[in-house]
Nanobody, 121 residues
Framework: QPVESGGGLVQAGGSLRLSCAAS????????MGWFRQAPGKEREFVAA???????YYADSVKGRFTSSRDNTKNMVYLRMNSLKPEDTAVYYC?????????????????WGLGTQVTVSS
């Protein structure tokens, strides 16, 4: 099960870097995804990164968020810049176990417990 960290409270316009630690067996050769869920809303896709480092982003975060990974450490990162109050949510990382559409949560298995990101205005 992946473990997220790095969330917190930040002012609008600020930055945070989330980290996701995964075990080798559920990390090697798999793409990893980031999703978020705000109170009262459905879980939504944020970003994904393939094993080789190709990245995919939701339109709402494109240009502000950057995903990266260190395959030697079984780590995935999400750098979030120019944060907005609407970015407030619990952020999850997950393993893209089933392949296919990176933006579909149903293509993922092994979800972390999430880390809270709160952006104040």
């Amino acid at each position: 099960q992946p473990v997220e960290s790095g969330g917190g409270l930040v002012q609008a316009g600020g930055s945070l870097r989330l980290s996701c630690a995964a075990s080798g067996g559920t990390f090697t050769n798999y793409a990893m995804g980031w999703f978020r869920q705000a109170p009262g809303k459905e879980r939504e896709f944020v970003a994904a990164i393939s094993w080789g480092g190709t990245t995919y982003y939701a339109d709402s975060v494109k240009g502000r968020f950057t995903s990266s990974r260190d395959n030697t450490k079984n780590m995935v990162y999400l750098r979030m810049n120019s944060l907005k109050p609407e970015d407030t949510a619990v952020y999850y990382c997950a393993v893209h176990t089933y392949g296919g559409d990176y933006s579909s949560q149903y293509r993922y298995n092994y979800w972390g417990l999430g880390t809270q990101v709160t952006v104040s205005s």
